[in-house]
């Protein structure tokens, strides 16, 4: 069974800029699809970002322009920047694969705030 750990989030200023990390173990992920979801309270878990196993990549229209999803297969890591941060961005940030068929992990929370 995959398990996911995320990192990197915080307290932002608008404007701002913040790089997630998430590691993968418990099988290698170099093949799957991986995607960056965020849940905001009172809201569903959205998909805001996912990059193949070949590497392309597609966004949600909310973050498009704005965040860039990566991977390093080596290290079985995927990573989100994320930069011009906004209020709206705010939000617990999961990785999984996609389709989400892995147990979700902690989460990592993100708070765009002046």
């Known amino acids: 069974q995959v398990q996911l750990v995320e990192s990197g989030g915080g307290l932002v200023q608008p404007g701002g800029s913040l790089m997630l990390s998430c590691v993968a173990s418990?099988?290698?992920?170099?093949?799957?699809?991986l995607g960056w979801y965020r849940q905001a309270p009172g809201n569903q878990r959205e998909l805001v970002a996912r990059?193949?196993?070949?590497?392309?990549?597609n966004y949600a229209d909310s973050v498009k322009g704005r965040f860039t999803i990566s991977r390093d297969n080596a290290k079985n890591m995927v990573y989100l920047q994320m930069n011009s941060l906004k209020p709206e961005d705010t939000a617990v940030y999961y990785c999984?694969?996609?389709?989400?068929?892995?147990?979700w992990g902690q989460g990592t929370q993100v708070t765009v705030s002046s």
């Open positions: 418990g099988m290698r992920i170099r093949f799957c699809a």
């Open positions: 999984n694969g996609d389709p989400a068929d892995w147990h």
């Open positions: 990059i193949s196993g070949g590497g392309s990549t």
